[in-house]
């Protein structure tokens, strides 16, 4: 069921925004969920309320995002990862490649190899 005001994002991400409905708004909060419930729509909504959010994705569904294969990353030190930004709606999400975890996240990684 869609939640007042917000728009109709499908049974999964309908949930997460009925139960962020009680998170303050522009707080400095983070929601985590996993791919179940993650949809690019649903993170830029999140952060338009002023909610930042970190899930887990399977990155083969979204088209034109290419990263690094995994045989090439298990040549890099561990914990490697690589970060890409998409831009919807003016809003810009990224999106984190991992050995191990993919990522989807309204907000900026710290990226140790620049350090």
Known sequence: MPVP???DLGASSNFI????QMIPENKN???YFDNWFVS???FV???KKGVEALGTVKLNRFRGLTFTAD???TDKWRGTFEEKEISL???DIRAAKGLIID????FQLLNLQNL
């Open 71 to 73: 045989t090439e990353m």
């Open 29 to 31: 909060f983070l929601v």
């Open 45 to 47: 909504t999140l952060v």
């Open 40 to 42: 690019p729509r649903l």
């Open 103 to 106: 990522l989807l996240l309204s």
């Open 5 to 7: 005001n917000l728009p």
């Open 89 to 91: 709606d003016g809003i």
């Open 17 to 20: 925004l009925r139960v962020t």
